[in-house]
């Protein structure tokens, strides 16, 4: 064997081979709009794009992303950023217990989740735990915030009651929004305005209303009560009714004038049961009884 042999050969045995590229055959080539290099290299992408697709399906079937997460979320808690405990601020009616259970709640799941004994800070859901507050009626807002290395802190801004409703036998706390924030029993309840009737606590805002307008009146005021979802009736301690028309620029008309004549007049606390405003301009009014007949005298002797 020849030198020149053998180098030809060492040369062909090291010859680089070419990468495999992905080809259209020439006889679609020929059809396409393309030469064949361009429709060899659109080939080529199409496939690259197929096989990541394939790769990313992979991926999330084997939920390595949140796997992934997980263990990040786990090895930031070994480094102390765990959740060792919560502050709750802003609580002055609603029951402590009822957010203790929803933030226990979320820091069990997310000390699952990681598998740890404390819950990583990254995986405590912070949106999940301030919906779930959102739904309690004493709730009008609520931020959790997470303050490094290891608490949480709980900000709940309630609603302020301003009055009672009355409803089906049920006694509540509402809001001035007529939300009910929560059940009173009747041996407790607070020095608040009376709503009464279906309805009633979605009014409480044009009532008050009313009742400011009228200062002389508003402290006399026993409860009000919703008269088929149109107008009220105005219940006072004296035990007199004053029965309003429908509509609130009537109504505050009428209460106007009504409360004019009550303090010139002194129309409240005279034994008179029911004052009706309904008709514009007149006072109809009803005694606890009918007056009695006049009978006629009998003639004097003499």
């Known amino acids: 064997m020849s030198a020149a042999h053998v ?3 060492a040369a062909a045995r090291n010859k680089p081979r070419k990468k495999a590229a992905v080809a259209v055959p020439k006889k679609i080539a020929k059809r396409l709009p393309v030469d ?6 659109v080939a080529g992408l199409v496939f690259a794009a197929f096989m990541l697709a394939i790769a990313l399906v992979v991926i999330m079937a084997l939920d390595i992303p949140a796997k992934a997460e997980r263990a990040a979320a786990a090895g930031v808690g070994h480094a102390g950023f765990n959740v060792s405990g919560y502050q ?8 402590r217990k009822a957010v203790d259970e929803v933030v226990t709640d979320e820091l069990r799941r997310a000390a699952d989740e990681a598998g740890t004994a404390k819950a990583p800070q990254a995986l405590v859901d912070a949106g999940a735990i301030r919906q779930r507050l959102l739904r309690f009626g004493w709730v009008k807002d609520a931020r959790v915030l997470r303050r490094l290395p290891d608490t949480l802190v709980i900000d709940i801004v309630e609603r302020k009651p301003a009055a009672l409703w009355q409803n089906q036998g ?15 029993p009747v041996d407790r309840m607070p020095d608040l305005p ?13 009532l008050a209303q009313l009742m400011s307008d009228v200062p002389t009146l508003k402290p006399q005021l026993a409860s009000a009560t919703w008269v088929g979802g149109r107008r009220w009736d105005l219940n006072f301690q ?12 009537d109504a505050r008309v009428a209460l106007d004038k009504f409360a004019r004549a009550d303090k010139q007049n002194g129309l409240l606390g005279h034994g ?7 008709l514009p301009g007149k006072m109809i009014v009803r005694l606890p009884h009918a007056p009695e007949a006049l009978s006629p005298r009998p003639p004097q002797e003499g």
């Open 7 to 9: 180098r030809r050969g």
């Open 36 to 41: 064949q290099a361009r429709a060899n290299k």
């Open 88 to 95: 709750i601020v802003g609580l002055a009616h609603m029951n």
């Open 170 to 184: 049920q006694l509540a706390l509402i809001d001035s929004e007529g939300v009910v924030l929560d059940r009173v």
């Open 194 to 206: 009376l709503l009464i009737g279906p309805g009633a606590n979605a009014q409480e805002q044009d």
């Open 238 to 249: 004296s035990g007199e009714t004053v029965v309003l028309p429908e509509g609130y620029a």
């Open 272 to 278: 008179i049961v029911r004052f009706d405003l309904r």
